[in-house]
């Protein structure tokens, strides 16, 4: 812990009270869509798609305005301030046009930080421990994702599950997320990053387009993999009451809070081609466990999607910190890809489980991410990354 910066810590506090916030509310946002507002499936997932997608531009666009102009923080403070108002303004909709409008708002907040972030991370990490960095980021960040998930339980397991309580669920967001924003905008300082050269054309290095090149196995198993609100409404499919359903968002986060420092050391040890391989056997374990529609094998599932998630963030951000020149666009790259794949992967899903119904579903995800997993380990990519 000694090696990690005083500006890393202060920024995982921001990442503890912003992800706070999104875990009040996104294991109840599906069913607001679904039970409240009796949308469809299909509705919620051009929600999931909307809200991806449309940030996908911004993303680029902050990671190379960082690169180009020498511009940081005041793109980090702009996503946080975006993301803390736009959350409680869920609780006014009544359509999920506005529900898709506002995510997508929400999105946008997360699209201009999360490159800019990144590359402020990676200017703080000490030498040969940036997968210790983000992990120990990652930490407080799932921290605070299973912090609101607690208190979302709390709140539903005593006030109850009416519209009412759901709503000011959604407009009690606005505390943690403006918490968050005092300590960006205050408290964390921002780097110098180098311009530029105005007069030249700004490319990217080979080294940069090696680097993305390497990330596109990660982009296709996203494709494939349910989102957060699928996994939800297959737990609601096979009998998990609303109420005990922030137990399984706590059962995934924490085991990414309790993995995560530990991940990213391993990272820095044995490269972090390892830890994907690792992460994408996970990933395809907890689809497969979905598919057998069990409540035991729903939660099994969870605990493995966390797994995936904390393991193959960590990897990759790390992975990128160490091999990109122009860093802060390669992550743009990155967040824009992962957003379009998942974007592309939550509107084909919703489809199929709309049209064809949930085993179809369920089969397409397991069906694409057991091949990318195969593949990976078949084509031995772990061993070069």
Partial sequence: MKKIDRN?????????????????????????????????????????????FVSYALRLLSGYISDRYGVVKPLVVGG???????????GFTHGYKSVAGLKALERLGKGLRSAP?????????????????FGFHKTLDIAG??????????????????????????????????????IVAFLVKDISQKRSDSKKRFTLTER?????????????????????????????????????????????????????????VWVDRIGAGKILAFAYLCGAAAQGLLY??????????????????????????????????????????FYAAVALFGAAGAYVSGMIWEHFGIDSALLFGLAGTASMALLYLLFGRYRNE
């Fill in 292 to 333: 057998l529609q069990k409540p035991v094998f729903t939660w099994l599932s969870y605990a493995l999607l966390g797994l995936f998630t904390v393991a193959s963030l960590n990897a990759n951000r790390a992975l990128i910190a160490q091999k990109a020149d122009n860093r802060g666009s390669v992550y743009g790259i």
């Fill in 80 to 90: 946080y301030a975006l993301s803390a108002l736009s959350k409680p303004l869920i």
């Fill in 8 to 52: 890393v810590v202060l920024l995982g506090w921001v990442s503890f009270f912003t992800d706070m916030a999104s875990a009040m509310i996104n294991p109840i946002l599906p069913i607001f869509v679904v039970t409240i507002l009796h949308e469809g499936m299909d509705k919620l997932g051009i929600i999931v798609a909307v809200a991806t």
């Fill in 208 to 264: 940069d387009w090696s680097t993305v090149r390497s990330l596109f196995f990660y982009f296709f198993f996203l494709f494939f993999i349910f989102s957060e609100a699928f996994f939800t409404m297959q737990a609601k499919s096979v009998g998990i009451a609303v109420v005990m359903i922030p137990l399984l968002f706590v059962v995934s986060t924490s085991v990414q809070t309790l993995t995560s420092y530990l991940l990213g």
């Fill in 117 to 133: 972030k990144d590359l402020m991370i990676a200017h703080y990490s000490k030498k040969r421990s940036s997968g210790r960095t």
């Fill in 145 to 182: 994702e299973l912090s609101g998930t607690l208190i979302l339980l709390g709140l539903l397991y005593f006030l109850g599950e009416s519209e009412n309580v759901i709503r000011n669920i959604f407009f009690a967001t606005l505390v943690p997320g403006l918490v968050g924003l005092f």
